[in-house]
């Protein structure tokens, strides 16, 4: 993982793991890539930057090979994101106090899903299981929503290439459908979205990286702009493809699964709004 | 002496007491396998109680009373289960289509057997290479004699595999600009020569299909309307899809038209509870939003039937009707996503499937609304060019021979 | 009045004086008109509903002339329509009681505001001053909000028919504006906003008129679609209008004024999307 | 030996804090009377610090320094009160235009006396006939020697009566396709035969004026560019005028770009307290909302002028700057009225004016920056047919000589 220290075991191919670790998800994102992205990091970067020298030997090693997969538990445990998957859980409670527990010792149970690759789980964790590790969800939230974010920009980058690209090979009325401007305006102002997406989510990387006095709404931002965005983009693409758009052969549902997911996840658009507002104007 | 509406819905609601099932709740069991026979059957009990086809002409089966007839019915019907699904595509469309231009012949062959539930019919317009352009169909008939033979391949068809006949349009004529060139055809489906694929769409189900029709031959006496006249028939067809498609057509009978015409209001009502978001501020205010069009959207269908069916609106003001059903569609579901929250992810499985995860199935599926019947854009073309009066958009294949037009992947 | 029954000196064009009312009011859009529509309406109403032989005699000759102006105070009174203007309150207390008070037992203090010919003010009632009558408010409510509804359709649709004349007489690029998809698309959606609006106006009318069992939620449904959709349809239209449109020598902004107004009186669209909550799963 | 930019920000840091007055919060007392004077002395001040003219050549005035150098200064002067008005249009279109295709003379001459703040510009490219098609223009100039004759009207340019000089854009030449007859030429606003007249706009300002051409003379030597070739010079200047109004010009000095480039921001957080709507859960959504667009606003500013700068993104991207922009002013003055309420209907009249007041007024201006400067339905052309490479809109009026081409009123 590119956010565990070179001592631990980890390293990155700049300064800060961080902004690798964005390029590496949005890759992700334009292949609609299965992995485990946000939970292995999460849990690898929190063991890393907390844990005890008993759990990085415990975990890390099998964390950074890949032998082993991590999830994060905070709040309810309602969907955790690889959770049956799963070899070790980092647990945030409400408090915000944290624990490292072994799969073997939650309950998990798997859940349905809109991703038909990416999969989710219930897991309950007793309560005095694990053990304590610092760290109080906050950062792990932080990472976790820049890395989906700079998926879901990956996602809206691959959809928006190739519907510009089938546009300009469909031809509808002698014309190629490219030449119409009501078309031609809608994906201009996708251009736009795709370029405020990836604008919003590079500055919310660099400022966990520089740990920013405003990174928590820096990132907040990103997922408040960029969660309902992606889904309604995704949508005008389909749209601009035809009746194509929404048959099972074509990829496009696929990308539309991921983003929905990634929309729905680690703090709906609407949480990081109340997020935002927090900052500005006080809790609710 | 002729019944009053009163009167006639005071007899329709004792027979549908008396003779249909209960209505179905949730629109996603009326797209469950087996569903067509129940419709046909249903559909036979209204010809039975002599309540089919109530706008139809009563020459070709139907009863041929004014619309209001149909309202009431509608109205009565709302507590049974009604065969919503051959109002579209079968009664409201083709055999709309049918009464408009179809020979005494054809009517007589069709239209009752149709009001009996025993023929569902298909539109075959759309084309792999054509997207809207309909009129820019490949799919040729070479006349031999007293027959056509047709060679091609359609798609997007709702259902043709479980349909008994299709209207079919296709190129009988090369030499002259497309909209010349072209003739419709009463087709049957299941026969030598056709054969039928579904398509499986996003969200697993299998609606449509795509036909290839390879030396089909079709009688002379099945052309509908005149021979390389066939456009004049697809525009009337394509008004009729319109007003169905948007609520306002005097065919439906019953209140669901169109699938998941119901727009998801209910189930959004289901979920916030299941959720426990009731006196959650911002989900207050997405169920308002979501509820009030659907106010917008039942008065928006009364205004226009009642403009196009005085005169007041042109015919093609059918298109709002359409743009708005489909948007609000869009607009609808993007409510039900954002109402789910967390749960739009991932959810327990479940018999039957909570709330959540069919709004975020259905997701998927947004578009099929704004795509099938004329797409969003066609028909934001025909309001501002042919209700509005704006200037017609430039055709790169107007008045040119249609063997010369540029294509996809030409 | 329309809404006052013929028996008090009142009297419709055709059963039901709200229909009548409400093409009235779409006129006082379509040319901004001044006059203050629905505080008159809402009190002559409420007198000829509920009020005893003295308070007709008192008010309803002088109010159905036009000789003297009726506001309604409602809530804590601080924006009320034609306030400084009126000769008589009708007051609806937070408890739904309603009272009759001459305009000298209050105090009246003239506001700014949006549009430059109707004007607000806010009025302090003392308690206990003026006489009871009968009603709770919210027959008030619905006859104010779909009249300012009908009002509001009458704006939009004289802009929109302005707007489509403008598009065909102006030339750009040698070619009128009308000729260009990207605008005739959102002509097309404009259209379908205003025929919405018409639509869902009449519906409200008709049920206030019926007394239909879920008035309420119809004549919520219409303010809340069509509050901001008609500032927002207005400013497409300002779009369109080109530089133009944003002078004070053209009419536009007056359009706009009137629908800001509005949409922001008797009720935002958030508080009438709310009111249709509570009918559909309880109160917040 | 060269000041690194770290040192620069030091040195201007202790010479701002010792010379300019504190910044003005309030943006819309930037349109206050009298600011123009006010924005002449500060850039006098600048000057005579040495920190005017940061990114222009040293040769005429300017420092010479890389963009990095205005950045670190803009950082820096965010808490003092800068001539934001001078940046746009004067410094960021007007003088950039003149870098790029003023003759020597020509800088010399004017140059120096901008960034010394002597000298305001202004643009005059739109007539009242002509909206977005500003190549399609109807005042003329016609040769007389050394000198060449203006005739016509010229209309939104912005502060007009209180600017000195305009870079102004003529038909020379009737019979060649539009764009091939223009010319671009430098105007003398206060002189003989120029009557500039000020436009009222919707919140009562007069920001805008129009003016009137009766035989101006011109000499040759003010020609910009050359002769007919003047849609070559107007073309730079939109591109400037894109990345100056969308914020990514090395050529504006302070954070204030473009009016109300502040976006209400904190107008909105001010009004959302006067209303005590802190803990309205809808209320803070929109908060929430306006205050992440403020976010990508800025990031998207950084991206491209980046991805411009170093090549990866064509010039032509500033126009996602300029429609990110006014889109964003758009939604974020909807925010606004929607957060005000009842309260943006009518007010107390107060002196200030509350916030919910400024908002209503703001909110009939609220097209002004989707207008001005390219509209955003011409940036949607740009981006999709320049940047994404998309086929060119038809035009009527291409190859044909001026003097044929169908006009408004014609």
Same mark, same amino acid.
């Not at chain 1, 201009?188 to 997406?197: F, G, H, I, T």
């Not at chain 1, 889904?231 to 496009?252: F, K, P, R, S």
């Not at chain 2, 027979?15 to 026979?37: H, Q, S, T, V, Y």
């Given at each position: 993982?590119?956010?565990v220290?070179e001592a631990?075991?980890g ?13 590496v ?20 970067a ?7 020298d ?7 090693p ?14 309810d445990?309602?969907?955790?994101e ?33 991703d038909l ?8 964790v ?11 969800g ?8 820049t ?7 990956g ?27 009501a078309?031609?305006?809608?994906m ?10 990836h ?9 966990v ?5 405003d990174?928590?709404?820096q990132v907040s ?9 992606a ?22 549902h696929?990308y ?5 997911v990634n929309?729905?996840?680690y ?5 990081h709004?109340d997020?935002i507002?927090?900052a ?5 | ?37 129940v ?13 089919a ?5 009563a ?13 009431a ?28 231009f ?17 023929e569902?019919?298909?539109?075959l ?21 007293d027959?056509?033979v047709l060679?091609?391949?359609?798609i997007?068809s ?15 004529n090369?030499?002259?600009p ?45 052309v ?27 065919y439906?009978?019953?209140?669901f038209?169109g ?13 916030m509870?299941?959720l426990?978001? *009731? ?5 207050r #205010? %997405?169920i308002?939003?979501?509820?009030? &069009? =659907?106010?917008? !959207?039942q ?10 069916a ?17 948007t ?22 479940? *018999?039957p499937?909570t709330?959540?995860? #069919? %709004? ?5 599926? &947004? =578009?099929?609304? !704004? ?15 042919r209700v509005?009066?704006?200037p ?19």
């Open positions: 993982s590119m956010l220290s631990d075991g390293g990155s191919f700049s300064r800060h793991g961080i902004l690798d670790a964005v390029l998800a949005e890759e992700m994102g334009a292949a609609v890539a299965p992995g485990p992205l946000v939970p292995t990091n999460v849990v690898a929190t063991i890393s930057r907390h844990g005890t008993g759990q990085k030997a415990a975990w890390l099998g964390l950074l090979s890949g032998e082993l997969i991590g999830a994060w538990v905070a709040g445990g309602a969907i955790v690889a959770g049956a998957q799963a070899d070790v859980f980092l647990v945030t409670g409400a408090d915000g106090a944290q624990r490292i527990v072994a799969a073997a010792d939650a309950t998990v149970a798997p859940l349905g899903g809109l690759v990416r999969r989710f789980a219930r897991v309950d007793p309560v005095g299981v694990g053990e304590s590790i610092g760290g109080d906050e950062r792990e939230l932080l990472i976790a929503v890395l989906q974010c700079a998926e879901t920009c996602v809206i980058q691959r959809i928006f290439d190739m519907t510009l690209e089938y546009m300009g090979d469909r031809y509808s009325f002698g014309r190629p459908i490219s030449s119409y401007q078309l031609k305006h809608r201009a102002d996708n251009k736009m979205y795709v370029e405020a997406s604008a919003v989510t590079s500055a919310a990387a660099r400022a990286a520089d740990e920013a006095a990174v928590a709404v931002a990103a997922k408040s702009y960029i969660g309902a965005l889904t309604e983009m995704i949508q005008d693409c389909v749209q601009l493809h035809g009746g194509i758009g929404v048959t099972w052969e074509h990829d496009l696929l539309l699964r991921r983003a929905t929309r729905a996840t703090g709906t658009p609407a949480a709004r997020r507002a927090t500005l104007v006080g809790a609710a | 002496m002729t019944e009053t509406v009163d009167e006639f819905r005071t007899r329709a609601r004792a027979w549908l007491k008396d003779n249909m099932p209960p209505a179905i709740f949730d629109p996603w069991d009326r797209r469950a396998e087996g569903r067509r026979d419709e046909r059957a249903l559909q036979r009990k209204l010809w039975d109680g002599g309540f086809g109530i706008c139809f002409p020459e070709y089966g139907g009863l041929g009373l004014p619309v209001e007839y149909q309202h019915f509608t109205e009565e019907s709302a507590p049974y289960d009604m065969p919503y699904g051959i109002n579209l595509p079968t009664l409201s469309i083709l055999a709309a289509t049918l009464v408009d179809g020979s005494h012949e054809q009517k007589v062959r069709h239209l009752p057997a149709i009001l009996r539930g025993e569902l019919w298909v539109q317009l759309s084309e792999p290479s054509g997207g809207s352009d309909l009129a820019g169909c490949l799919t040729r008939a070479d006349r031999d004699g027959v056509f060679n091609g391949s359609k997007w709702s259902g043709a595999a479980e349909s008994d006949y299709g209207l079919c349009l296709v190129r009988t090369w030499d002259v497309k909209h010349r060139g072209l003739t419709m055809f009463i087709l049957k489906i299941h026969q030598p020569g056709v054969k039928v694929e579904q398509i499986r769409q996003v969200d697993g189900s299998m609606e449509f299909c795509q036909e290839f029709f390879d030396d089909v031959h079709v009688p002379v006496t099945d509908v309307g005149e021979i390389d006249d066939g456009w004049t028939v697809a525009t009337r067809l394509l008004t009729h899809e319109r007003e169905a498609v948007g609520g306002g057509s005097k439906t009978s019953g209140r038209v699938h998941d015409a119901d727009s998801g209001d209910n189930t959004l009502v289901q979920m509870r299941g426990g978001l *009731e006196r959650d501020a911002v989900a #205010q %997405l308002g939003e979501a509820h009030a &069009r =659907q106010f917008v !959207s008065a928006l269908v009364q205004r226009i039937s009642r403009g196009v005085t005169g007041k609106a042109p015919p093609t003001s059918g298109a709002i009707l359409k743009l708005f059903a489909a609000n569609q869009m607009r609808t579901i993007e409510i039900g996503v954002e109402l789910a929250g967390q749960a739009a992810a991932a959810w327990p499985v479940a *018999e499937k709330a959540e995860q #069919q %709004l975020s199935e259905m997701s998927l599926w &947004r =578009q099929g609304l !704004s795509l099938g019947g004329g797409s969003n854009e066609m028909q934001r073309n025909i309001v501002s060019e509005l009066g704006m017609r958009e430039y055709a790169a294949d107007r008045e040119v021979p249609y063997r010369e037009v540029k294509r996809t992947g030409g």
